[in-house]
């Protein structure tokens, strides 16, 4: 176990500088060579899909990858560590710790994309941090 927990350590500090690294590119991008929405968009149309994303990201985030990896966490503990439900967790974790920083940065990029403003990219950077700074793998219990 003590070596799965570092393993999802080294991944959570990964996902961190990934969000600060996007975080920056993004002000540069925004600073030095700013853009217009796109035209095959309606304007009526590109706040409410920016809000759609917000919502949507939410929801992903709360019910499914909160709670599954926690599902599955709880698995764990029930099976007292058994090897089976041990690679099942490693694998689910592994998975959330990527995809949280990455559909942020998608959905983000997407609403920036849409908005032409910085602040939905970092809105979206900082729901992925506030998720990646709730779940702590240092936390976990140990056999």
Do not use: D
């Not at 961190?16 to 796109?38: D, E, K, Q, T």
């Not at 089976?84 to 920036?112: C, D, M, T, W």
């Amino acid at each position: 176990m003590k070596m799965i927990k570092l393993s999802l350590h080294k991944r959570r500090k990964v996902g961190f500088m990934v969000l600060a690294s996007i975080a920056i590119l993004g002000y540069i991008v925004n600073r030095f060579y700013p853009f217009n929405p796109p035209s095959y968009i309606s304007p009526e149309w590109r706040m409410p899909l920016v809000y759609g994303l917000i919502a949507y990201k939410v929801i992903e985030l709360g019910i499914f990858y909160l709670l599954f990896y926690r599902k599955h966490y709880l698995k764990l503990l029930e099976a007292e560590f058994h090897t089976h439900v041990l690679e099942k967790f490693e694998k689910n974790a592994k998975r959330f710790f990527f995809l949280v920083p990455q559909g942020s940065i998608v959905f983000g990029i997407l609403s920036y994309k849409l908005s032409s403003q910085i602040g939905y990219l970092w809105l979206f950077l900082t729901i992925a941090l506030i998720t990646l700074l709730l779940v702590n793998p240092k936390k976990l219990e140990e056999a």
